[in-house]
């Protein structure tokens, strides 16, 4: 009887020595793939990054001499926002400071009420500016 008692005391001790490498096993390979995963991240941005410098070195500068002689020419005027870009931020504005006073949970509301607003203010001015042409 002794002998099965032992037996069976050595078995849970195995088991449990056991279990804990492989929780400690597991917990490192989570490690090792999130790390991996945000090294895949970091060299996406990375690209992005490159992608961008190509594109900023690609740019042409042109430079337009006029006779000294005419006029000098209108400076060009800035474009002006459409009532749809105006609606929607004033719409974001007022919709997450709402939201923020309303929700219990101040960030979350302020996201949501953010996002409601600017497509009720996006909708407002794109009518606005349909009404316009």
């Given at each position: 009887?002794?002998?099965l008692?032992?037996?069976l005391l050595?078995?849970?001790?195995i088991?449990?020595?056991?279990?804990g490498?492989?929780?400690s096993?597991a917990?490192?390979?989570e490690?090792i793939d999130?790390?991996k995963?945000e090294i895949?991240?970091?060299k996406v941005?990375d690209?992005?990054?490159?992608?961008?410098?190509k594109v900023?070195?690609q740019?042409?500068?042109?430079?337009?001499?006029q006779?000294?002689t005419?006029a000098p020419a209108?400076?060009a005027?800035?474009?002006?926002w459409?009532n749809?870009?105006k609606?929607?931020?004033?719409?974001?504005?007022v919709?997450a400071?709402?939201?923020?006073i309303?929700?219990?949970?101040k960030?979350?509301?302020?996201?949501?009420g953010g996002?409601?607003?600017?497509g009720?203010?996006?909708?407002?001015g794109a009518?606005i500016?349909?009404?316009?042409?």
């Open positions: 009887m002794k002998a008692y032992l037996l050595a078995v849970v001790i088991s449990c020595k056991d279990q490498k492989m929780d096993q917990a490192k390979q490690t999130s790390m995963v895949e991240k970091q941005i690209s992005m990054k490159v992608e961008m410098a900023e070195s740019k042409e500068v042109v430079i337009v001499q006779p000294s005419s209108a400076t005027k800035k474009k002006a459409s749809t870009a609606g929607a931020v004033i719409g974001a504005g919709g400071a709402t939201g923020a309303i929700s219990k949970k960030g979350q509301g302020a996201i949501i996002l409601a607003g600017a009720v203010g996006a909708g407002t009518i500016d349909g009404s316009k042409k």
